[in-house]
């Protein structure tokens, strides 16, 4: 059962950006739940990307997307976003949301709740 959806993958070239945004299905995000983002290469191991609980003002980026990739929030719209700013070559992936109650949990990659994911490429 996909209990969250993400949407806006797709084609960029390289150096430019992409939006990302992920909706709860059939709810609304669990109060003070914390969020993050993953993705995953082919033959490569999922990577963390990033992960906000923003009652506790925690957001963490992983070192590759540090500085390019911006973690945000539309409460009345029930979506956290994952903008990716100059887009590079390695960063093509599938990209998954997550959430769980627990931060460490969505740190350490084992949120409860995952989506289907969102393909990303990146044209150079």
């Known amino acids: 059962q996909v209990q969250l959806v993400e949407s806006g993958g797709g084609l960029v070239q390289a150096g430019g950006s992409l939006r990302l945004s992920c909706v709860p299905s059939?709810?609304?995000?669990?109060?003070?739940?914390?969020k993050g983002w993953f993705r995953q290469a082919p033959g490569k191991e999922r990577e963390f990307v990033g992960a906000?609980?923003?009652?506790?003002?925690?957001?963490l980026y992983g070192d590759s997307v540090k500085g390019r990739f911006i973690i945000s929030r539309d409460n009345v719209k029930n979506t956290v976003y994952l903008q990716m700013n100059s887009l590079k070559p390695e960063d093509p992936a599938v990209y998954y949301c997550?959430?769980?109650?627990?931060?460490?949990?969505?740190?350490?990659?084992?949120?409860?709740?995952w989506g289907q994911g969102s393909q990303v490429t990146v044209s150079s």
């Open positions: 997550a959430e769980d109650r627990v931060f460490e949990n969505i740190r350490n990659g084992r949120a409860e709740y």
């Open positions: 059939g709810r609304t995000f669990l109060s003070y739940s914390s």
């Open positions: 906000v609980s923003w009652n506790r003002g925690i957001i």
